[in-house]
């Protein structure tokens, strides 16, 4: 059984522009299956209309992300939500609403977030990180 894990839109983009911090976390992606957040979706598409990519680039950015699997908003997920943003105020860490929708998915999977922003999600009770971040 291949077991899935979310990966956070730092990752992600480290990824997709080739960035050197991308090679630390190659060996955990690796024979996984690879989820992303809804919220990971509009972001990168937000950073590319911010950074004014022309048609070109932005299908550049769609099709890299055809290899990964968007888990898209729903109850449970909503729940989810919900429960981590709790968790983050209670644990004195409150979280801003994008990592919390990314933070979200993971805890509905069960699956484990990679991130190189772990500070962003260290009060969330019952989530794993993965970060290679110094």
Not at 33 to 43: C, Q, R
Not at 48 to 59: E, F, K, P, S, T
Not at 65 to 86: G, M, P
Not at 121 to 127: A, K, R, S
């Amino acid at each position: 059984m291949i077991s899935a894990i979310v990966i956070d839109t730092d990752v992600i983009s480290y990824i997709f522009k080739g960035d050197t911090r991308s090679a630390s976390y190659y060996s955990h992606l690796s024979g996984k299956l690879a989820l992303i957040s809804f919220m990971t979706l509009a972001e990168l598409r937000q950073w590319a209309l911010l950074r004014n990519w022309g048609d070109a680039r932005r299908q550049q950015l769609e099709d890299f992300l055809h290899d990964y699997i968007v888990i898209h908003s729903n109850h449970q997920l909503c729940s989810k939500w919900a429960e981590a943003t709790r968790s983050a105020i209670r644990n004195g860490r409150p979280i801003d609403s994008a990592d919390a929708w990314v933070a979200a998915t993971a805890l509905l999977h069960g699956a484990p977030l990679v991130t190189h922003n772990r500070n962003h999600y260290v009060g969330i009770d019952g989530l794993i990180l993965i970060s290679e971040a110094p």
